[in-house]
């Protein structure tokens, strides 16, 4: 389940062997640690437009450290080299990048600070939504940020990170809660994602407690990537609910004592599961992760009936039904935040897995096509789409298969649970129904797209 | 330039080796061939929904070999063996797949039927576009399409390619002209793409000359894909106009002569190109095709000024001002069909590309921005994406990066200029602005996405 070769390659012999004969050199990513208080800790560079001066107002709540690079005249090579500091964090603003030539700016400004980035920095460009300009050629140069920023994202190195924010002029004061998870190892197996943030009008009130006063319900719970998800919304002060087939029951009555949350074991697929978890929701809910997932993997030349039928039912129906009664019943609570466990293959599809990428391309069909109605209260829906996570399901994969997928990523590694479980809790916080209707991938910046 | 490896796998002894040592086995792919009349040469099954209906009242156009299979309570697997001849064409209508559990007809349909499709077959799913629907569940379904099709593309096997087109219902008089490129050799190269039809008030004429009475813009035009994509608007009908460097004007002259079109030999980066361009276009133009491009790869950290500025201004700011002015002079007439050469590093982003990916996207956002105002003029705006085409500038790239960017994509191999050239005479027939602001890979359904 572990991978041995990441260990291997930042050892000292392993890393000099590594360079001599050019095989991949996966960075050993930094996560968030329990008790851990500043999402920077080191140096926060900002630059570029206006947005930079709103990230500003708040930056001390980040880190103690802040460099402001505002004046465009300035001779950025000296100016960064004179910093000292690696730089552990950087904004830039290129919202108001409005026409072709003034995309040099991200040249100007980027070029001489790539030598001075720490381990595993984040870099978050900011943007604003093409489709939400009038002007064509703002639109153009809009637009053209998202290939600038997927490519720098495979530039970096050492564990550094990437994403491309295309944020709204009514949801600026949602950059807070976006940057605490993109700029801090939360986000460490997150790289050349773009997300577009529009308003929102609940905001979080506790940034060391984000989800205090909130319930959550996780289906899947026992054990994985489930239980991660548990773990780190209890963590972030949720009071969570567990929801697991009856088999898993042991399991998953030890992680709810855990947590001090309850536990909740049904068969989702259940003719009554939607009366049942009703039932067991007395008090509505106001966080829902559909996280239960199979794969039955066969060509779809050798596909059996049950293993088409299964994984639709768990995967996509269900969340489907439990969503809808949920919302009918009223037990979904104004505000709510909905997650679905999409996946890299619902995206690119994948040779095997028909069944899968189907029911995992419905999820984020499911998301787009509920979000409008969610927004009208204030509640959120978005798909997660983890790539290669390294868990009991990937440790069966065949070992070249699975090196495959470790590899072929900007940050030539697999994930782990925790990193899944991170981009959920920060998208069911209030502040996040910024986010909607949208798919997050936590992928390492996968090769696999489409 | 050729890539020999296709020839060694598919010699006698190579198949043996290959089959032995389980290396990749790419298929040599049927083209379409001068003088040859029907889209389909061979068996084409029409099944599912009421547009496979629609599909049959033309159908005789496209083959004679028909087959429809519209009872859903036949027994398909004795059905299927019973047709005898392989299949070479398949269009399966799943537009009213309006919930999760009929998703399964999927699978029903297609299981059958894989085992008796020819080499190099085509294969099309018809479906709505879920964000035209009104019901939630059918959006969900709609949507799961995607992810079933992109895997199944990853599946087939001999050559054998498939889309899925989302139909708004005002598009079916157009499904003739998508399927006369989809289900022949024509796309040979294009797999696992998910495009969207909507109205178009304009029909093509004569389907050997699809292009006839039109005239042609292409830029670049002297050599490789530009080259290409001249003579297969020529052959189709279109008068075309070569553009391109002074320099390459011996180039320009001879192919312009042997296609029996123009050639207007000018630096579209000049600052007087614009006026150049309407001075060289008295009638006006009803194609433009902005195919000229460069490279200039380094890695941000090492990009200089020039390399910058150069691919923006060739690949992005020349196409803008071009298309402006010919928009604005009026020049550009009614119903006109524009396609920007894009790239897959547009859409994924590449390493040591940052100028030519930012290029890249700004192109897709230029077809994105410029779609609503020339669809209100009956024209369309599209973008190409090639992944890895055989060309002189693919040949430069070091042995092991080429052998990686032909394999890892469904077709295991490298597509030529004419595949692109094939896909951009799709998109500018008078029908295809059932198409408009979209982008159409021409990748072989390459792993690397976003």
Not at 138 to 165: I, N
Request: proline share 5%; glycine share 10%.
């Amino acid at each position: 389940m572990s991978d041995r070769y990441i260990d291997f390659a930042n050892s000292d012999l392993g890393r000099r062997l590594v360079g001599a004969v050019g095989l991949p050199s996966p960075a050993r990513l930094e996560r968030w640690q329990a008790g851990r208080l500043r999402p920077v800790e080191g140096a926060l560079l900002l630059g570029g437009g206006p947005l930079a001066n709103k990230v500003e107002a708040f930056a001390q709540r980040l880190t103690d450290e802040i460099y402001s690079f505002a004046s465009p005249d300035l001779n950025a090579t000296e100016w960064v080299a004179g910093l000292g500091p690696k730089l552990k964090a950087v904004v830039f603003d290129a919202s108001e990048l409005d026409d072709i030539d003034q995309l040099k700016q991200l040249r100007e400004f980027f070029q001489p600070l790539l030598r001075s980035l720490a381990p595993c920095a984040h870099v978050v460009i900011l943007g604003r939504a093409p489709e939400q300009l009038d002007d064509p050629l703002a639109q153009v140069a809009q637009r053209a940020l998202e290939g600038f920023s997927r490519s720098l994202a495979k530039e970096l190195r050492a564990g550094g990170t990437l994403q491309l924010l295309y944020v709204s002029d009514d949801a600026e004061d949602q950059l807070e809660g976006a940057l605490r998870f993109f700029l801090s190892p939360k986000s460490a197996f997150v790289s050349g994602q773009v997300l577009r943030l529009q308003s929102c009008a609940t905001q979080v009130q506790d940034w060391t407690r984000p989800l205090a006063g909130r319930k959550a319900l996780v289906t899947g719970a026992a054990r994985g990537i489930g239980a991660a998800i548990a773990e780190t919304l209890a963590r972030d002060g949720a009071e969570v609910v567990l929801l697991d087939v009856p088999q898993a029951k042991t399991d998953l009555e030890a992680l709810a004592a855990r947590l001090g949350g309850r536990s909740l074991a049904l068969d989702i697929c259940a003719a009554d599961a939607p009366a049942q978890l009703l039932e067991g929701l007395p008090g509505g809910i106001d966080i829902v992760v559909h996280n239960a997932g199979i794969t039955r993997d066969k060509t779809l030349a050798n596909m059996t009936p049950e293993y088409w039928d299964s994984v639709l039912a768990v995967n996509l129906k269900a969340p489907q039904l439990l969503t809808q009664a949920l919302f009918d019943s009223g037990a979904l609570h104004d505000h709510a935040r909905i997650v679905l466990l999409a996946s890299i293959s619902g995206i690119a599809g994948n040779r095997g897995q028909s069944n899968y990428a189907a029911s995992k391309a419905g999820l984020i069909g499911l998301a787009q096509a509920w979000a409008p109605k969610l927004a009208a209260r204030g509640s959120s829906i978005n798909a997660v789409a983890p790539g290669f996570i390294e868990t009991r399901m990937t440790a069966a994969i065949p070992f070249a298969l699975r090196e495959a997928g470790r590899r072929m990523s900007s940050l030539g590694q697999g994930g782990l649970p925790q990193d899944v479980a991170e981009a959920i809790a920060w998208l069911v916080q209030p502040g996040s129904g910024a986010v909607n209707g949208q798919v997050l991938r936590v992928c390492g910046q996968a090769v696999m797209g489409a």
